[in-house]
């Protein structure tokens, strides 16, 4: 009996809906795991819910990831935003965005999984990311729109006298009606947006966030006031001298050729939360994906970056390009539907359709569908494909023997083929597979060679007009 593969990207099972998830490694009882806080979209119909649930997972092995239950609900049953958790001493503080960020708490447990009690308010607001310097002492960084950032006194929830900062970097502008942004410290490409996260990289501080650009981007394929970005700054202080450092993530799926200059994404990009963790001596940027007919179904990814400083002191994090040894930039790095799984996903176990990093020709209600019945064999399929739409997965380990069939799982909603294309979204076609309407299942033999690792993509070609399919699952033989 083949098993589903589990642990890749999204890296929580396919029926959970955790998005500005925010890792953290700690240890306990004996036991260093990544432990995960993030929203809970559990509304269905609005972003995030009432409870937030724990998971956490080895730091030997990101494929194995267990869920803790809820570990806090609101105190007043509102939605609550993003989460951030932290250590200090024998205690972990957990920051609750109650009222939909509009009044921070902040809880206390002996155990990182929780539950988190004792909650009392905060001087903080939207996004807090919270940061325990070397030394003990504590800073808080938040904002929506505009950054703030502080040193907090011994009770982890007010402000010491004196250290309050606003505006340490550029802002975006956003045109929001209950807001009235102050002009004098927006940046001329962009800039801050929200979900604040703090990191002490190489001795530097590190503040990662959501990125604005109020700008077109054509290399990303995205226009004006795109909030789908991560992005950081670095400064030798906590509170002071930031400077910008590049971007490190983005939501918008894989980047194909387009036509005039602008090239084209291939997911549905949207507003994007995460963090900066290294794991068992390897660094991972935490993120999130939209899915789901609305925005209301996001799901945590991650992706391995690396991060290295110059001899000049700068930090550069991501896609780093080195030249004699020295780091001299970086970019996003992809994203992909292995995840942690960094030599692949399994070729020839069950891989669900909404694993796919990569929708392309698709028509504005393609999507990927929505799950919340928990099970081991969840899967999200890719809904109402037409005519050319291709499904994309980078990428799978085929081993050292090639596959000699491949078994695709779809409602045929007419007569269709689906062409299996390796490397590229536009490459060598390595078998073809023919479903009449009415048809659930296809298999077909492959015609080339696929040892190792490859990305792989289904096409879907009809001459008939609309919706022509439902695409559940593939596996290889």
Known sequence: MKEYIKGANPYMPLWEHVPDAEPRVFEYNGEKRVYVYGSHDSMRNEYCGREYVSWSAPVDDLTNWTCHGICYVATDNSIMYAPDVVQK???????????????????????????????????????????????????????FCECYAAQLNDDMATIKEGTLRKHMI??????????????????????????????????KY????????????????????????????????????????????????????????????????????????????????????????RDHARQAMLEPVDVAMDKNGRIFIGDITYENGEPVSSKCVPMTSQGPQVNGLDAYKIISAGYACHISGAADDTIIDTVY?????????????????????????????????????????????????????????????????????????????????????????????????????????
């Open 170 to 203: 550029p802002h975006c502008y956003a045109d929001f009606d209950f807001m009235k942004l102050e002009t004098e410290h927006i940046g001329p490409e962009g800039g801050f947006f929200e979900a604040a996260s703090p990191r002490k990289i190489n001795g």
């Open 206 to 293: 590190v503040f990662l966030y959501s990125h604005c650009y109020n700008k077109d981007m054509p290399e990303y394929g995205a226009g004006t006031n795109c909030a789908s970005f991560l992005s950081y700054c670095y400064s030798d202080s906590p509170l002071d001298g930031f400077v910008f450092g590049g971007d490190v993530s983005y939501n918008g799926g894989e980047i194909i050729p387009g036509e005039n200059g602008h090239n084209m994404r291939t997911f549905r990009q949207g507003n994007n939360h995460g963090g900066l963790m290294e794991i068992n001596g390897q660094w991972y940027i935490f993120y999130h994906r939209h899915t789901g007919p």
């Open 373 to 477: 019945e928990e099970s081991d064999s969840a899967s999200t399929p890719i809904i109402n494909i037409v005519n050319g739409t291709t499904a994309g997965f980078r990428y799978l380990q085929f081993g050292l023997n090639s596959a000699k069939t491949v078994t695709v799982k779809a409602d045929a909603l007419a007569d269709i083929k689906v062409n299996v294309r390796i490397d590229n979204y536009k490459g060598k076609v390595i078998a073809t597979l023919d479903m009449a309407k009415g048809a659930t299942e296809a298999t077909a033999n492959i015609t080339s060679g696929t040892v190792g690792k490859h990305a792989i993509y289904f096409e879907f070609v009809s001459e008939a007009e609309g919706a022509i399919a439902n695409f559940d699952y593939f596996t290889f033989d």
């Open 89 to 143: 001493g024998d205690t972990f503080y957990m920051y609750a965005a109650e009222q939909r960020n509009s009044r921070i708490m902040v809880a206390k447990s002996k155990n990182p999984a929780g539950p988190f009690t004792d909650p009392v308010r905060a001087e903080v607001g939207c996004d807090v990311g919270v940061l325990v310097d070397d030394d003990g002492s504590v800073y808080a960084y938040w904002g």
